[in-house]
């Protein structure tokens, strides 16, 4: 079996940045495409970055930006790099990876607060 495990979430102010992890473990025989969503109160959980093995990226409009998506393969690891914070951005951001022979996993969540 394979895991997500996020961190890097907490309390920021508006303008401010914070930087999300992501490590996978487990029997990985290789990660194809790797990304973030997020899930706000009330709201259903939505896109917001993805990076392919090769390290294409896109994002979604809303981030486009501001944030940042990036690996290290080597590490079995996503990050995303979260500049000009928004309160809107507040929310519980999932990690997402597609793992070779064991298919999409989704990491617990960490909490991103932007609040004064």
């Known amino acids: 079996q394979v895991q997500l495990v996020e961190s890097g979430g907490g309390l920021v102010q508006p303008g401010g940045s914070l930087r999300l992890s992501c490590a996978a473990s487990?029997?990985?025989?290789?990660?194809?495409?790797m990304g973030w969503y997020r899930q706000a109160p009330g709201k259903q959980r939505e896109y917001v970055a993805r990076i392919t093995s090769g390290s294409s990226t896109n994002y979604a409009d809303s981030v486009k930006g501001r944030f940042s998506i990036s690996r290290d393969n080597t590490k079995n690891a996503v990050y995303l790099q979260m500049n000009s914070l928004k309160p809107e951005d507040t929310a519980v951001y999932y990690c997402?990876?597609?793992?070779?022979?064991?298919?999409?996993?989704w990491g617990q969540g960490t909490q991103v607060t932007v609040s004064s």
């Open positions: 997402n990876a597609n793992f070779v022979v064991w298919g999409p996993h």
């Open positions: 487990g029997r990985i025989a290789g990660i194809n495409d």
